[in-house]
């Protein structure tokens, strides 16, 4: 975000600048106790400069450029605030949010410096640490000096980032957002995460993070929305989980999970998603022994969970709009108890062992938009009414179930599902 373009644009801006400077102190002198006027606290200011130039080389020149940061010549990507008539640093964003900002350096490093910023509530380093020539950690040291500041962080897209997270971001306490999304980070998820009470939300999806969920993020209680996708995470859910009860999105798509989804979860009575796809989840459907009418989007997709669809109680996720339970070696029928799912719009069945016939009455799901069972054993005629075919179109997937047919009537033939055989009489 940080627009330094026209960096060297030589000396007439700055003069320019700095008699602007001067008018603003004119002005700002009548104007007693107006924040406008605050002057900057010399440390506060040279750990500014001191911090950018370590992101973006040292060729930038920040007292030279930018004589008043949080004043007459502020700096794209930074705010400030002010604090007992002195201005601070709040918001700190460094990387390439435009096409326009400055690329990070090559051989960038977190100054000492940047700890040094006394009131810093945001930091934000944006697809900046790319190609660095030397792997380059976050290092543990140093984040206590933020623990009573700083409420969000957040590394986005910043593949070169690689190493651990530090054990130290759990005494970051006035933590709300936690965002490290698409970096090079591994090893284990610190259990002092579980300490940040505050913490609204947390993201750590797109890395190469490994081990289990520690016990500890179940007592987050305010969290809103946890995203561990696309990972490496393995071990089973935690039953400390159903401790989340602010919950919106919980998604752990894409890791190696394992065991049962423990039904502890249907005690997160806000959640509107919940994405285990992709992991190795087992053990059938059985979770929602409670009712969990907020749940919108049901995803669990690839998983070897096996089991059937008429062990699980509908009736508790009345609310589902998405439902997706591909891929996961169910069997049996399907049964009528899913047309109490009203406001579905998607249900994808795809490869499982389904049997049985497909009930015309899933036509009377009004807002059902997209229904995939291609891959299963479904059997006999289809007898949807035309105009189901008609507004559903290729979104209604039935091919690949040997024993399915479509009965060929006289004004019906343009309707048959693709893939789909005719009835032999
Ligand atoms: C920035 O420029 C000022 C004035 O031109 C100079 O005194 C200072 O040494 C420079 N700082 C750096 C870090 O290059
Ligand atoms: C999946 O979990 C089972 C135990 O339920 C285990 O035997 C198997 O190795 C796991 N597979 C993968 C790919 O992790
Ligand atoms: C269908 O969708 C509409 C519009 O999104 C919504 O108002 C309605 O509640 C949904 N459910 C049913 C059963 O029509
Ligand atoms: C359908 O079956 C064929 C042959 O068994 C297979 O090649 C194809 O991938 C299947 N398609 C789907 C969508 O399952
Ligand atoms: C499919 O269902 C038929 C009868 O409903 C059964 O005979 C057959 O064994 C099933 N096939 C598979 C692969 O499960």
Redesign the pocket.
Same mark, same amino acid.
């Given at each position: 975000m940080m627009d330094l373009s026209g960096r060297r644009d030589g000396y007439f801006i700055i003069v320019m600048v700095m008699m602007f400077a001067l008018i603003g102190m004119c002005v700002n002198g009548e104007n007693n106790g107006d924040s406008v006027g605050a002057p900057m606290v010399k440390t506060e200011q040279q750990a500014l400069y001191s911090a950018i130039q370590g992101f973006v080389g040292k060729w930038w020149n920040g007292s030279d450029l930018y004589p008043d940061p949080c004043g007459w010549t502020p700096i794209q990507g930074v705010s400030c605030d002010v604090f007992d008539g002195f201005w601070y640093v709040t918001e700190l964003t460094i990387g390439q949010v435009h096409d326009n900002s400055l690329p990070c350096a090559q051989n960038l490093q977190f100054q000492p410096q940047l700890f040094k910023l006394q009131h810093l509530k945001s930091l934000s380093i944006f697809n900046c640490i790319i190609s660095p020539k030397g792997p380059i950690s976050i290092q543990s040291a140093n984040w206590d000096s933020f623990s009573s500041t700083l409420e969000s962080l957040e590394f986005r897209a910043n593949p070169g980032l690689t190493g651990q997270i530090p054990t130290s971001f759990g005494n970051l306490k006035k933590l709300q957002s936690l965002v490290l999304i698409d970096n090079g980070l591994s090893g284990g998820l610190p259990a002092s995460i579980g300490k940040l009470t505050q913490l609204k939300r947390l993201v750590l999806s797109g890395n190469l993070l490994t081990g289990k969920i520690p016990e500890s993020y179940g007592y987050l209680s305010e969290l809103l929305i946890m995203d561990l996708s696309r990972n490496s995470l393995s071990g089973s859910l935690p039953l400390t989980f159903g401790g989340l009860t602010s919950l919106l999105k919980f998604d752990l798509s894409k890791n190696h999970i394992e065991g049962e989804i423990p039904s502890e979860i249907s005690n997160l009575k806000k959640l509107t998603l919940l994405d285990l796809s992709n992991n190795n989840i087992s053990g059938g459907l059985t979770f929602a022994s409670q009712e969990m009418s907020s749940l919108e989007e049901l995803i669990l997709s690839s998983n070897p969970t096996s089991g059937d669809l008429m062990s699980f109680n509908w009736q508790n996720v009345y609310g589902l709009m998405v439902l997706d339970l591909s891929n996961m070696g169910l069997t049996g029928v399907i049964p009528e108890s899913i047309l109490s799912l009203? +406001?579905l719009r998607f249900l994808g069945l795809n490869n499982n062992k389904l049997s049985g016939n497909l009930s015309p009455k899933l036509g009377e799901l009004? +807002?059902l938009t997209a229904f995939y069972a291609n891959g299963n054993n479904l059997t006999g005629e289809l007898k949807f009414p035309r105009e189901f075919y008609m507004k559903m179109g290729r979104r209604f997937g039935v091919r690949n179930n040997s024993n399915l047919c479509f009965p060929v009537g006289k004004s019906s033939s343009s309707v048959r599902p693709f893939g789909v055989k005719v009835c032999r009489d």
């Open positions: 009203k +406001n009004r +807002n």
